[in-house]
């Protein structure tokens, strides 16, 4: 008899899911199309999730959990590294760029589930919290990071969805140079202040 490791299998799962979701949308991943995908019944998707929403769900976490890890890599080599943290956030890479796809397909399911919606603000927060800590280990100052938090997130947000529609115009360079001359603006400021 073959040992199975459930969580491994739901990662799995979610990872075939995850891929389908960047290159074909949310609403053409089907637990069928999963299940194909992966050569597998769909009793086996159903097996460890009980519908597509549970597995969507499970999706979005691995994602947001995938996304904090190369933020973790930069600020373990220095805690304020700011432009380092938000160019690990963008779609810069080609990895990034397509968990950026998948963020953006879960935009429009958030707007339209409360249950979503909580999971995508609780990352949200998480996100702001963490680039909170950089812009206080590189400034040393706590007035207004909330603020400057998400300021510097929108910009993070808007710069990666506008790559996953135009990734010619938005470079990889592109980005680090949006992101520089916001990082010494951000210098600036707190020299100032």
């Not at 009980?50 to 994602?63: G, P, Q, S």
């Not at 779609?91 to 968990?99: C, F, K, M, N």
Request: with cysteine.
């Amino acid at each position: 008899m073959r040992i199975v490791d459930h969580e491994q299998r739901r990662q799995q799962i979610a990872e075939v899911a995850m891929e389908l979701i960047a290159r074909v949308g949310l609403e053409a991943t089907t637990l069928n199309r999963i299940a194909k995908a992966m050569g597998a019944s769909i009793r086996v998707i159903t097996h460890y999730f009980a519908d597509k929403d549970t597995l969507l769900l499970a999706v979005y976490r691995i994602l947001a959990l995938q996304g904090q890890a190369p933020i973790a890599a930069v600020l373990a080599r220095d805690p304020a590294d700011l432009a380092g943290a938000l160019e690990a956030l963008c779609g810069s890479d080609e990895a990034t760029l397509e968990r950026w796809r998948v963020y953006v397909a879960f935009w429009d399911k958030a707007a339209r589930s409360p249950r979503f919606a909580a999971e995508q603000q609780l990352w949200i927060e998480k996100t702001l919290a963490l680039i909170g800590e950089v812009i206080v280990a590189r400034t040393g100052r706590r007035d207004n990071v909330r603020e400057l938090a998400t300021e510097l997130i929108a910009l993070v947000y808007g710069m990666s969805v506008q790559r996953t529609l135009d990734p010619a115009s938005w470079t990889p360079e592109a980005i680090a140079a949006v992101i520089e001359r916001k990082v010494r603006e951000v210098d600036r400021r707190s020299a100032v202040a």
